[in-house]
């Protein structure tokens, strides 16, 4: 087993299972109790929204803020926890209720980019120089409701204010095709990147892939991430499974897509990802109709899954696949592969 790769997960990957048409099925477990589970199951990466580390983040006092994250810092550090990012968590608010950055509110544009510097101050405060930008609310229910070309100016210039707001910041926008909004205006990588370069510092704007935005999007989600890694811009992931085109998931990792799972960790592998030293993040959730005593099961299973799946990668036959690719026997080469996976 490979013990290489560093994982994390976020405090909002232990969950209640409520859905949009019902309530929480299991108690709510308090932040305290869900970080003191984080070394037992394996892991030693924390990502956090603002408001993950601090509640009401809108309505605290910057000292005050200061004080709150400080606290949280030390809970983590008696935990031997490790800060990944911070991520504003802007389409939870009332302010955002149209978008944040993209807002055609002028009021709720300057409100976007304050609190995300807010969310920097608390990055700050913790440690970690990563913001990441989950842009859930920039894009449309209907094409004519914003004006698109405008929008991409706006998520610019917001970028832009950022970055100079903090030197040493790094922001990483993770992008996502749909839902909540039917289009999102940053649906893929390349869209990501694309809009990293016209920044004013590109070489701070990096992506991370989550597996199920990029199926949502009709895309290989391996293929997804070497397009970020060739650049160099691969500073994180969310693995999960997808079953389909439907709303997303956020299932354990490899448990639809085994395949696909496996194409996942072999470009991770052949790109060296582990030794970069970021931080592998499974973005999943526990079934709503799974009991208390076993909703953290999604989360050592992904991460057992993908240690598995890097011996599998390791311990492929590379003389068969040379062999196959110099044959141009790719069907020799899929049932290798095939084989391999099932053990056979
Ligand atoms: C939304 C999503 C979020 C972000 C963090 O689909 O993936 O959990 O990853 O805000
Ligand atoms: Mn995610």
């Not at 232990?14 to 109790?33: K, W």
């Not at 993209?102 to 409100?111: A, F, I, K, L, P």
Request: include cysteine.
């Amino acid at each position: 087993m490979s013990n290489d790769y560093r994982f994390s997960f976020g405090p909002w990957n232990i969950s209640e299972g409520a859905d949009p048409f019902g309530p929480p099925v299991r108690p709510s477990i308090p932040m305290a109790a869900k970080l003191k589970r984080y070394q037992e199951l394996g892991f030693e990466g924390v990502q956090l929204h603002d408001d993950d580390v601090i509640p009401d983040v809108d309505d605290k006092s910057a000292a005050e803020l200061d004080k709150e994250a400080a606290a949280y810092k030390s809970i983590l550090d008696d935990e031997g926890l490790v800060p990944e990012f911070v991520a504003p968590r802007l389409w939870e608010s009332k302010k955002g209720i149209d978008g944040a950055f993209t807002s055609n509110d002028e009021n709720c544009r300057r409100w976007a980019i304050d609190r995300s510097k807010r969310a920097i101050d608390i990055a700050n405060t913790m440690g970690t120089k990563l913001l990441v930008l989950w842009l859930a609310r920039e894009g449309t229910y209907i094409r004519e409701a914003k004006d698109a070309l405008q929008a991409h100016r706006y998520l610019i210039d917001a970028i832009n204010q950022l970055l100079e707001y903090d030197k040493d910041l790094e922001i990483i926008i993770e992008p996502k095709p749909n839902e909540p909004v039917d289009h999102a205006y940053i649906p893929t990588i390349g869209h990501a990147l694309a809009l990293a370069h016209q920044t004013c510092d590109p070489k701070r704007v990096g992506g991370l892939i989550e597996t199920a935005h990029a199926q949502l999007a009709g895309l290989d989600p391996s293929d997804e991430m070497a397009f970020a890694l060739a650049a160099g811009k691969l500073w994180s992931v969310h693995l999960n499974d997808q079953n389909g085109l439907k709303f997303d998931q956020d299932k354990t990792f490899g448990s639809a897509n085994l395949r696909s799972a496996y194409n996942q960790v072999r470009v991770l592998e052949l790109s060296g990802y582990a030794q970069t030293g970021r931080f592998v993040g499974l973005d999943v959730k526990a079934m709503r109709t799974q009991k208390p005593e076993q909703a953290l099961k999604h989360l050592v299973n992904s991460k057992e899954l993908f240690l598995h799946l890097v011996e599998k990668v390791r311990s492929f036959p590379h003389e068969v696949q040379e062999q196959c690719v110099a044959n141009r026997d790719y069907e020799a080469l899929e049932l290798a592969v095939l084989n391999h996976l099932m053990g056979v």
